[in-house]
């Protein structure tokens, strides 16, 4: 396997008020999960309720195939690809797609990787998002063990 990673940002154009921005990311979730999970694709995606910042790890064809088809999803629009490369081993190997919605109670994550305020792609790159995405999913799995 060309085993790939691939780092993309993009916006959120959710303008479905019913939703909420938490069941907008369950959704989401849901369905990259089970996908995910048949084409071995792993990965993780934050979530600020304006902007999304992906990774997806996996043979390389296929995770270009699921970018290409996520590019087309009108829930996002302005999807900049950060960074494409080949990768050793995968580093989110236990999540098909873990995902984080930003909240108060990881606000100290972000201010680690020097986040204080709203995302702003453009300031990213893309080694911080993936240390981001390893601390919140380390979070994650902390709370999922407390609860
Ligand atoms: P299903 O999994 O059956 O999902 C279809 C369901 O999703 C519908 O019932 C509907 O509720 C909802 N849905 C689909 N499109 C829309 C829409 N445009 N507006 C509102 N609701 C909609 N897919 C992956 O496979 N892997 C990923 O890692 C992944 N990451 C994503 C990240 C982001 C930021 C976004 C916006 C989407 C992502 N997706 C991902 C979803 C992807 O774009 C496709 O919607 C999905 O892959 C389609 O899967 P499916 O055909 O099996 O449909």
Redesign the pocket.
């Known amino acids: 396997m060309n085993l790939t990673r691939i780092v993309y940002s993009?916006a959120d154009t959710s303008s479905d008020k019913n939703l909420s921005k938490l069941q907008q990311l369950r959704?989401?979730l849901?369905?990259?999960q089970?996908?995910?999970a048949k084409k071995d694709?792993t990965?993780f995606?934050i979530y600020d309720g304006h902007f999304?910042l992906?990774i997806?790890e996996g043979d390389r064809e296929t995770v270009v195939q699921?970018f290409d088809?996520?590019k087309?999803?009108?829930?996002?629009d302005s999807v900049h690809l950060m960074d494409m490369t080949p990768l050793e081993n995968r580093q989110f190997a236990d999540w098909s797609?873990g995902g984080s919605m930003r909240s108060l109670d990881a606000q100290e994550i972000y201010l680690k990787h020097g986040i204080g305020s709203a995302i702003n792609p453009e300031q990213l790159s893309a080694h911080t998002v993936v240390n981001l995405a390893l601390d919140l999913q380390e979070y994650e799995r902390q709370v999922r063990h407390s609860t």
């Open positions: 993009s959704d989401i849901a369905s990259a089970k996908n995910n694709i990965g995606l999304f992906q997806l699921t088809r996520i087309r999803d009108n829930r996002h797609m």
